[in-house]
DNA sequence: CCCTTAATAGTCAGTACGACTATAAAAGGG
DNA sequence: CCCTTTTATAGTCGTACTGACTATTAAGGG
């Protein structure tokens, strides 16, 4: 999670989930599009996928002012290290687990966006976006163990996936070697499909054991 | 869907959403809760689940001025006939697949709404909040059968709610008989489930009829 | 008194899923 | 250079669930 520390008051010195305000001709996604770009000094943050978690319109979220927030969810393959912008003293990516005790309610805005973010990996091939261009199955699989904080059953997970038409396709002819410490892994891209059906469920099903 | 006729520019006699602004200390769900008694004359809107869509804050929404819209969704059992409120020529219920051609960006909210239940309807016990308090499971399959589009078979539906632990609990001992022209049907009651385990897919499962 | 309608009960074959075992192909350590 | 470790990939198997379908029951209508 990518989180800034307040240089400001209110909640001087707390962590926070980077934001902005909108300019008079830009939409919620644009604007929070260029806040990420300022926050991480990426540079194509234009390809990425933005997905908007929902908006927070409670009064006094914000004692200064009343404030209207619209949430969105980026996910990252390899970021870089962020350089804190204007008014932050410092960036810092974190674990989710570590997130916790943020300024205004952001804490309740992280735990939305992983839901959200979580429920989207089930039905839609949301995963593929969080990967580099060529992937492999244990890479993709880490996606899913991540967001969900649940582990995978290996050939099943590989099952599935490659049984859904269009989740991913292999790369002409390659398999990575270098880093891996055991049996290269085949490579394979983001295929053309959009939604998965059937949904992918988060593996150990609960409530019928028996 | 319950729509209403603008009466004023822009878009004035075209069909729209109902909608309104946020007063100063209420939040975007108390707003829209107010604006649909207001527009309803529902007597007891505070206890009705209202469903977050989105957001929508693109520049030039509305050619007055800049205007950022959170939507809602709420579900009316047995709605009673709308009155129109302020600067509205009239209201009416309209069945989804008539509600098209709306004013400013609306025909998009709404389609957008429509996927946001339907999906709600798969993975949470929200459809129980569309039905009366005690309602038989003919009642409870067309909630799902109208959201979706879909005809559902009735003894694999049947089968799959009662399987469900939680989701619906037979009302002590009655059924119902007056109006019904077959055989009378059981009622039940929302049972304490919250969330659906395992989901309810949307029947004709797509994809693999071989 | 039959016919229609709708609810409920029950059957059955295909299949997808989770759990598990086995093999292959690399790196590392002695 | 062999052996262990590690990771990817292949395959097996029994259970449980699903979708499609048929049958029975209980009302109302003509």
Known sequence: MLL????????????ALPGGFLLPEESAEEAARRELGEETGLADVSGLHLEQVRAYSEPGRDPRMRVVSVAFAALLPDPPE????TDAAEA??????????????????LANARARVGARLE????????CPPEFTL??????????????????????K????????????????????????????????????HPPLPRTPREGHPA
Chains 1, 2 share one sequence.
Do not use: M
């Open 4 to 15: 800034v520390e307040r240089g400001q008051e209110p909640y001087a010195g707390r962590w």
């Open 82 to 85: 962020p350089r804190p912008g």
């Open 92 to 109: 810092r990516w974190t674990p989710y687990e570590r997130a916790t005790g943020l300024a205004f309610d952001h804490d309740r805005i």
């Open 123 to 130: 039905s839609t091939c949301l995963a593929t976006a969080f």
């Open 138 to 159: 244990g890479e993709l699989q880490q996606v899913y163990e991540s967001v969900w904080g649940t582990p995978l059953d290996r050939p099943n997970f590989r099952r």
């Open 161 to 196: 996936v490659l049984a859904t038409p269009g989740f991913v396709e292999p790369v002409p002819g390659g398999a990575r070697l270098t880093g891996g410490r055991g049996k290269p892994a085949a490579l394979y891209r983001a295929g053309p499909a959009t939604a998965l």
